[in-house]
């Protein structure tokens, strides 16, 4: 009983350290533009962006069912395996914060618990009906329709306030941003963090101390709220930049439609339940927001990087879920073995970050190659005056007065 008491209590500590990483990793979904476009300060924006996550986190527990009763067969789940799932999620989300690339910590848990529970009970003990309708699809559909939203929304906004002050117009749209990202910040709280909150559930229902098919305890719910919102206020500096300036330049017009389509996305989705990926939909209204304004771009080098980890999160995880759950089978030395290589690893990605520093003070700054596709683009369809990206004015021709014009004949 001393030995269950003990490996639950990792458990839940681990499961409380995932949703700290989900936090500072997912900051950049809710506050990139705000940050970028000088909306918001920084710190200012991840402080307001941790409350309403903390918020968010009491409004449903849709999603947490979703994880705790229906993706995996609870009979078939130990400890252990949640253990091991959990390992395989922190440490993508370390890796790919370290890159900057914003993946999706949730297809990083559901990987990961996919692959411990595989490898313990079999692939019988995977509901491939949940996994397909309620978290494969919303992986597609996520990103496609927030981005098709957005474009659209950027478009009618500025078509709307085509004839309207500039300075007046611009201020306008950067206070919207600011309801917006509030908005987003508590939709992100409805989302991931009841991810969290249905594997500490499931892990409980596995040790015998709750009953199956129960909901989340209001300890659990505490919990996992403020362990979303202390990440989040820590600052994913590194997929801020990435997401506010790596993808694309918006103005605040384009802030504001991609944050209000991107949040109305994650609502709708996580009254219905389904376990979307907040990152793919923010990241899918970014783009759909850039390309929205006339003579946008999306640097396509950076979103082709993105795209990767996203195809890559799944099977990633689960393999990494797999490999630990196999250590942990050897008894309490294998979960031992597991426990340390985690915090070994943690501190080497973390060492690693150390050797380039992303925070508030730089993260506005970015060294992202325009490339072929994005400078052909903004050659054909240049941006209205005083809209064009520094990176991109360097790369583009100039075509000035003093250009020889083509002889005639």
């Known amino acids: ?214 909901d989340p305890p209001m300890w659990v719910i505490l919990s996992a709220g403020i362990a979303i919102a202390l990440g989040t206020y820590l600052g994913g500096w590194r997929i801020i930049r990435t997401m506010g300036k790596g993808l694309t330049d918006l103005q605040p017009q384009q802030g504001f439609a991609a944050q209000t389509s991107a949040a109305t996305v994650i609502l709708a989705s996580s009254n219905l339940g389904f376990s979307l990926s907040t990152t793919h939909s923010v990241s899918g209204a970014v783009m759909g927001a850039g390309l929205g304004r006339k003579g946008g771009v999306v640097r396509w080098s950076t979103a082709t990087r993105m795209f990767v980890a996203w195809g890559l999160t799944l099977p990633a995880a689960a393999l990494v879920g797999a490999l630990a759950e196999y250590v942990t089978g050897f008894g309490a030395w294998g979960t031992a073995v597991v426990a340390v290589f985690l915090v070994g690893s943690s501190a080497g990605i973390w060492k690693i970050s150390r050797r380039e520093v992303v925070d508030h003070t730089n993260v506005n700054e970015t060294d992202e190659p325009a490339g072929v596709v994005t400078t052909a683009v903004a050659a054909v369809t240049p941006p209205p005056a005083g809209t064009v990206p520094a990176d991109l004015a360097a790369a583009a021709p100039a075509q000035t007065a003093e250009t020889p014009r083509k002889a005639s004949v």
């Open 1 to 214: 009983m001393e030995n269950f008491s003990l490996i639950l209590a990792i458990v839940v500590v681990t499961a409380l350290a995932f949703d700290f990483t989900n936090g500072f990793h997912d900051t950049a979904n809710a506050m990139a533009t705000t940050i970028s476009t000088g909306a918001l300060k920084p710190k200012v924006a991840v402080a307001m962006s941790a409350v309403l996550n903390l918020v968010g986190a009491f409004l449903s527990v849709e999603v947490a069912n979703t994880i705790s009763k229906g993706l995996v067969d609870e009979a078939g789940i130990r400890p252990e395996v949640i253990f091991a799932a959990l390992v395989g999620a922190i440490l993508w989300n370390l890796l790919t914060w370290l890159v900057g690339l914003p993946s999706s910590s949730s297809h990083a848990l559901m990987g990961g618990l996919i692959g411990a529970t595989v490898a313990s009970a079999g692939i019988g003990a995977v509901n491939g009906d949940a996994l397909v309708t309620k978290v494969l699809i919303p992986a597609v559909a996520a990103p496609i329709v927030a981005g098709l939203a957005a474009m659209l929304a950027t478009r009618l906004t500025y078509k709307l306030g085509r004839k309207a002050d500039g300075r007046a117009s611009e201020k306008g749209y950067r206070a919207g941003q600011i309801a917006s990202a509030g908005l987003v910040s508590l939709a992100h709280g409805t989302n991931d963090a009841q991810k969290t909150m249905g594997v500490i559930t499931l892990a409980l229902v596995a040790g015998g101390t709750l009953a199956p098919d129960s």
